[in-house]
Nanobody, 110 residues
Framework: VQLQASGGGLVQAGGSLTLSCRAP????????RGWYRQAPGKQREKVAA???????SYGDSAKGRFTISRDNAKNTVDLQMNSLEPEDTGIYHC?????WGRGTQVTVSS
């Protein structure tokens, strides 16, 4: 299943973006969901994840600035990103269960 990610774009440092990811069709609701990012020249890193029970975890760079949420009825996982920094620039990929999205580009200018 190909997930549909949206919400990326260009924003100035200190700004905010909300990424959304939706799984079309029927997805088993009680699954883990989350976001990873791939920055230029760097390894892919975990940004945030949320379990079927709603427990959240964040990468060190996201703690205190990003908030992950899910809506089981809508098959979505969202990522609210505040206080964005140039170091947050990258392609953000979402996953729902074992399915992944193509990614959405986030660019933060200084």
């Amino acid at each position: 299943v190909q997930l549909q990610a949206s919400g990326g774009g260009l924003v100035q440092a200190g700004g905010s973006l909300t990424l959304s990811c939706r799984a079309p069709g029927t997805i088993f609701a009680n699954n883990a969901r989350g976001w990873y990012r791939q920055a230029p020249g760097k390894q892919r890193e975990k940004v945030a994840a949320i379990t079927g029970g709603g427990l959240t975890s964040y990468g060190d760079s996201a703690k205190g600035r990003f908030t992950i949420s899910r809506d089981n009825a809508k098959n979505t996982v969202d990522l609210q990103m505040n206080s964005l920094e140039p170091e947050d620039t990258g392609i953000y990929h979402c996953f729902i269960g074992s399915s992944w999205g193509r990614g959405t580009q986030v660019t933060v200018s200084s």
